[in-house]
DNA sequence: AAGGGCTCCAACCGCCAGCGA
DNA sequence: GTCGCTGGCGGTTGGAGCCCT
């Protein structure tokens, strides 16, 4: 499909919307090789392409940066989501920073088209999957953190101290501090079960971000949180 | 075969926080 | 202190393709 031009009918400059095409992907992709990806309002008008520095910086994190990763979910990865939504709520982006070459919105539409399903079909009828197996809460976007009086700093209600929960400053055995920490928040015996699984995903999530501990996300939500 | 409904996902939108002037 | 700009986030939308009748 061909961008559309839409006039704001202020005056004002008129971008390129809708879908992107591969001559315009191309010419992003070329420009940030060269300049690097920052200050997307630049990349938007110095690479030539008629788009807002948004849909720039959209477009790139989600389809063109190297090494992500489209499509088939796995199993470790389904269940890695479905914990971690349990656990945190719709945090997108601070999930898809668990799930190296993920993008937060991916897993948003994962979750959307997928997963909520699965839990809101498990509400209904009693089944053995892990997605199933999370609260009714966690199926309505409430997560742990968040009924129990925490929570993120979008909701001002919530008082839930993220960096006392994960305690980011310490994590120098790769991160992997929270992961236990969070597995121990559930009981029961299909956590055992799941626990080496887990672990193992997360230290194979790990491993592939030893030279950069934090993602964007991580941070800004540490920066939102304090 | 057709057309209506459904699903999936790329992209947009509005809001908010950080930062520099 | 405040104001405007920018980047990042989650929610939502729109359209292409698939499925069902």
């Known amino acids: ?39 997307w309002k630049t990349v938007a008008t110095k690479s030539g392409l008629n788009r807002c520095g948004k849909s720039c910086r959209l477009r790139w994190l989600n389809y063109l940066r190297p090494n992500i990763k489209r499509g088939n979910i796995s199993d470790e990865e ?57 609260t009714p809460e966690a199926a309505a976007g409430v997560s742990e953190v968040e009924r129990e009086g925490g929570g993120g700093s979008r909701n001002p209600e919530v008082t839930f ?22 597995l121990e928040l559930d009981d029961g015996q299909w956590i055992s079960e799941k626990r080496s699984t887990l672990v193992s995903s997360a230290l194979t999530s790990f491993s592939n971000r030893l030279n950069s501990t934090f993602t964007g996300s991580d941070l800004q939500w540490r920066r939102r949180a304090v």
Not at 6 to 16: H, I, P
Not at 26 to 34: C, N, P
Not at 83 to 103: E, F
């Open 78 to 134: 389904e269940d890695l989501i479905v914990r971690l939504h349990k656990l945190l709520g719709n945090r997108w982006s601070l999930i898809a920073g668990r799930l190296p070459g993920r993008t937060d919105n991916e897993i948003k539409n994962y979750w959307n088209s997928h997963l909520n399903k699965k839990i809101n079909k498990g509400k209904t009828t009693s089944t053995s999957t892990a997605q199933e197996r999370t």
């Open 161 to 182: 101290n993220v960096n006392e929960f994960f305690d980011f400053s310490t994590e120098g055995t790769n991160g992997l501090e929270w992961v236990n920490k969070f």
């Open 1 to 39: 499909m061909a961008p559309r031009n839409v006039n704001n009918g202020a005056g004002r400059k008129v971008y390129n919307k809708g879908a992107w095409t591969s001559e315009e992907d191309r010419k992003l992709t070329q420009y940030i090789e060269v300049h690097g990806a920052k200050k």
